[in-house]
Every structure is written in C-alpha cells, then in structure tokens.
T-cell receptor, first 114, second 117 residues
Framework: GAGVSQSPSNKVTEKGKDVELRCDPI?????LYWYRQSLGQGLEFLIY????????KSGLPSDRFSAERTGGSVSTLTIQRTQQEDSAVYLC????????????FGPGTRLTVL | AQKITQTQPGMFVQEKEAVTLDCTYD???????LFWYKQPSSGEMIFLIY??????QNATEGRYSLNFQKARKSANLVISASQLGDSAMYFC??????????????FGTGTRLTVIP
C-alpha cells in the first residue's frame, strides 16, 4: 500500500501484560515517529527514528516503553507491564527525510488496558 | 509552558461560510515550522498546510490558508467556503528547527469544528 500501516488496529489487554504495536512506514521514508493520543487530547510525542542514527527517546513516559526499528523500515513499539493509563491511540508517522515538511500518519492502534 | 495553544475547544460554522481556528505557539528557536492537521471521526491524521518561520508569505492550500503573524506568535487556520466534510478535529503543531535530532511535532489540544447545514 502507499500509506503508513499499523497493526493491530485494536488491542485489548489485561493490566500487567506486555503488548507490541507494529508500524510499517511508507517505503523510502527514513524518519519514523511514534505518538500517543489519549482520549480527547492532542498527540504526545514518544520516540523518533532517523536512518541509522540513535533514536530520540525523549518522549517515552517510562522505562516500560521501548521501540525498535529493524532494517530502517518496520518499527515495533513495546509496552511492558501495561497499566490502565496506557490506554490510548498509538499513532505512527513517517516522513521522507529529517527536514521533511510533512509527516504521514498511519491509522493508529487503539490500545485498551483493562 | 505549552508550546502550542488552541483556545477553542469547539467551533461551529454555517456551511459555505469561512471560519478561523486559532493557534498560538511558544518557542525561542528562530527556525521552526507550523502545521495544521485534520482528524475526522475515522481517526486518521490528514496534513493540511505548512508554514515555515522564514516564509515571507502566508501559506495557502486550496480552501485552507494560514494567517501567520510572527510577532504575535500566532498561526491561525482559515477555512473558506466551509463544507459538511470539514467537520472534524483540527490540530495545530510545531516543529522546532535547531534542537539536535529533533524533528518531532508538538501538538495543541485541538479544536472540534462542526459545519452546520
């Protein structure tokens, strides 16, 4: 497909479980971002990957959150020992280059922690 | 301090009329970019318009224009000839240019626009 894809679209989990969220960026896009959108809120930056550089993890809310990007393409956001406050929509975006104007967003993964 | 402030939680506009959505920003970085995104009820984020801090003219994209007032640090979105399909959440966002490695966007809390037939 031409756009950013994310899976799963919805994830319901029990408190304390680990979850993995996947993002497939647009082919050729070197920059990849993860954001979190809580109900009725704007987007909160989590982490940013640019090529082979070390990721900018400054937005990760706790050490339970981690992300990796394999082969400069697909990224996985992992949340360990999920808490109810982790419930949100997790959005991935990619852009062509570091200074690219536009970030293209995926449809998001809605995470519900019971 | 909030980097992006959107003071209008909700706005209503009559179909075919123009509407202005407010956005103010806070940065000490001389190089920055301002963005507006639309988020319909389906949830996807749709890029609308971009304004660079050094751009001399206000950005325009079809029915969208950005009223950029640098001294006031405001970047209001103007939608002309509103259509029913414009009903959505609208987010203002900023990217700062100088911080090493930083290319993430800072988002406001959004404005929910409802177009009335």
């Amino acid at each position: 497909g031409a756009g950013v894809s994310q899976s799963p679209s919805n994830k319901v989990t029990e408190k304390g479980k680990d979850v993995e969220l996947r993002c497939d960026p647009i082919s050729g896009h070197t920059a990849l971002y993860w954001y979190r959108q809580s109900l009725g809120q704007g987007l909160e930056f989590l982490i940013y990957f640019q090529g082979n550089s070390a990721p900018d993890k400054s937005g990760l809310p706790s050490d339970r959150f981690s992300a990796e990007r394999t082969g400069g393409s697909v990224s996985t956001l992992t949340i360990q020992r999920t808490q109810q406050e982790d419930s949100a929509v997790y959005l991935c975006a990619s852009s062509l280059q570091r200074s690219g104007h536009e970030q293209f967003f995926g449809p998001g993964t809605r995470l519900t922690v019971l | 301090a909030q980097k992006i402030t959107q003071t209008q939680p909700g706005m209503f506009v009559q179909e075919k009329e123009a509407v202005t959505l407010d956005c103010t920003y806070d940065t000490s970085d001389p190089s920055y970019g301002l963005f507006w995104y639309k988020q319909p009820s389906s949830g996807e984020m749709i890029f609308l318009i971009y304004q660079g801090s050094y751009d001399q003219q206000n950005a325009t994209e079809g029915r969208y224009s950005l009223n950029f007032q640098k001294a006031r640090k405001s970047a209001n979105l103007v939608i002309s000839a509103s259509q029913l399909g414009d009903s959505a959440m609208y987010f203002c966002a900023m990217r700062e240019g100088r911080r090493t490695g930083a290319n993430n966007l800072f988002f406001g809390t959004g404005t929910r626009l409802t177009v009335i037939p």
